[in-house]
């Protein structure tokens, strides 16, 4: 089972401030995504990484940006928070087995909410 | 594309009762599926996944079979307890490329003692 830790849990701030999301997991996995949980539960793909310096945006437009400089840490960065960016924010991470399939292993998640 | 369509809720049932949580999925190759749990104020926990057709999945007292001839990934368990109140996702991966997970929008189950 994969150890993914996300920083803070929770915050809540101002309008117009930027903000990092942390995300960082120590099983040594290539893959990583972020997902956007709205109020109805529904999850949405933002972002998605494959490995250093590798990263992709997901199904799910979103004006947050990802760095990818070292495997395990995968950071979700907003540049000027609005209300609209209120939600729970997911991280999580695979590995890919030989001759098998990816399976997702999630962090505890951030509630972020701005005023 | 991919789609995960699972049995709206919320669903409320009393202790030591069946549970039945419906999951069908339209997938162009042949996907691997999963049962994903959310416990309040946490993130999603993998409960079970199945890799291929006829394959059951189980943990927990849970179980859900592969069924390719219904696309279907039926979460099922025999007796609810108040702690398995939580939100449930059933969701596939397509394995063929894109790797990513698809979900379905989530039952919240809520069990009365």
């Known amino acids: 089972e994969a150890d993914i830790y996300q920083t803070p849990r929770y915050l809540v701030i101002g309008t117009g401030k930027k903000i990092t999301l942390e995300c960082s997991q120590t099983?040594?996995?290539?893959?990583m995504y972020w997902y956007q949980q709205d109020p109805g539960m529904e999850l949405h793909l933002i972002h998605y990484?494959?490995?250093?310096?590798?990263?992709e945006k997901g199904d799910l437009s979103s004006e947050s940006t990802v760095s990818r400089i070292r495997t395990e840490h995968f950071p979700l960065t907003l540049e000027s928070a609005r209300p609209s960016h209120t939600s729970q924010y997911l991280c999580?991470?695979?590995?890919?087995?030989?001759?098998?399939?990816?399976?997702?292993?999630f962090g505890p998640g951030t509630r972020l909410t701005v005023l | 594309g991919d789609s995960v369509t699972q049995m709206e809720g919320p669903v409320t049932l009393s202790e030591e009762a069946f549970l039945t949580i419906n999951c069908t999925y339209t997938a162009t190759g042949y996907p691997s599926l999963f049962w994903y749990v959310q416990y309040p104020g946490e993130g999603l926990q993998l409960l079970l996944k199945a890799t291929k057709a006829d394959d059951k999945g189980s943990n927990k007292g849970f179980e859900a079979t592969y069924r390719k001839e219904t696309t279907s990934f039926h979460l099922e368990k025999g007796s609810v307890q108040v702690s398995d109140s939580a939100v449930y996702f059933c969701?596939?991966?397509?394995?063929?490329?894109?790797?990513?997970?698809?979900f379905g929008k989530g039952t919240k189950l809520t069990v009365n003692p």
């Open positions: 990484s494959y490995g250093v310096n590798s990263t």
């Open positions: 099983m040594g996995h290539d893959k």
């Open positions: 969701a596939l991966s397509d394995g063929g490329g894109s790797e990513k997970l698809v």
């Open positions: 999580a991470s695979s590995e890919r087995k030989t001759g098998g399939t990816d399976t997702q292993y």
